[in-house]
């Protein structure tokens, strides 16, 4: 009976060790099962944390294309104002100028046509006194010579 206590004593302690041998398995691989989570979770963790990142970094360089983009049609807005402006300038400048040269261009065909006036004038003035010396010397002669025919002399023809 002893030997056979003993017997069972140490089959139950194998079992016990089977047992406990089967526990420390499961145990291991319960952590080991658990660590694989944890580095998955971690993983995972890690990856949409780079996703994230990787979205706001594109957000950020859409955003800042955006506001590069919004300067830059800003500055051609700006340019082509500025060039709008220097044309307008340039456009009255020239009607200044276009005014200013037909008005000069009036002024001297007027004056011009008051010099061709003056002219016409003074030769009509100077025709005329021409004529008129030339009939004054013509009646001169004339009645000289037929005052002095008729014996009445110089002295009537210049009263």
């Given at each position: 009976?002893?030997?056979?206590?003993?017997?069972?004593?140490?089959?139950?302690?194998?079992?016990?060790?089977?047992?406990?041998?089967?526990?420390?398995?499961?145990?291991?691989?319960?952590?080991?099962?658990?660590?694989?989570?944890?580095?998955?979770?971690?993983?995972?963790r890690r990856r949409r944390k780079a996703e994230e990142e990787r979205i706001k970094?594109?957000?950020?360089?859409?955003?800042?294309?955006?506001?590069?983009?919004?300067?830059?049609?800003?500055?051609?807005?700006?340019?082509?104002?500025?060039?709008?402006?220097?044309?307008?300038?340039?456009?009255?400048?020239?009607?200044?100028?276009?005014?200013?040269?037909?008005?000069?261009?009036?002024?001297?065909?007027?004056?011009?046509?008051?010099?061709?006036?003056?002219?016409?004038?003074?030769?009509?003035?100077?025709?005329?006194?021409?004529?008129?010396?030339?009939?004054?010397?013509?009646?001169?002669?004339?009645?000289?010579?037929?005052?002095?025919?008729?014996?009445?002399?110089?002295?009537?023809?210049?009263?």
């Amino acid at each position: 009976a002893m030997a056979q206590r003993a017997q069972e004593l140490r089959e139950e302690r194998r079992r016990a060790a089977e047992v406990e041998d089967r526990l420390r398995r499961e145990k291991a691989k319960v952590e080991e099962e658990q660590r694989h989570r944890q580095e998955e979770e971690a993983e995972s963790r890690r990856r949409r944390k780079a996703e994230e990142e990787r979205i706001k970094h594109e957000e950020q360089e859409r955003e800042e294309e955006e506001r590069r983009r919004e300067a830059a049609e800003e500055e051609r807005k700006r340019a082509e104002e500025e060039e709008r402006r220097i044309r307008e300038k340039e456009e009255q400048e020239l009607e200044r100028l276009r005014r200013e040269k037909k008005e000069s261009e009036r002024r001297r065909a007027e004056e011009r046509q008051q010099v061709a006036e003056r002219s016409r004038q003074n030769f009509e003035r100077n025709r005329t006194h021409r004529a008129v010396a030339s009939n004054s010397l013509l009646r001169w002669n004339g009645d000289a010579d037929s005052s002095m025919m008729s014996g009445n002399g110089i002295k009537q023809q210049l009263l």
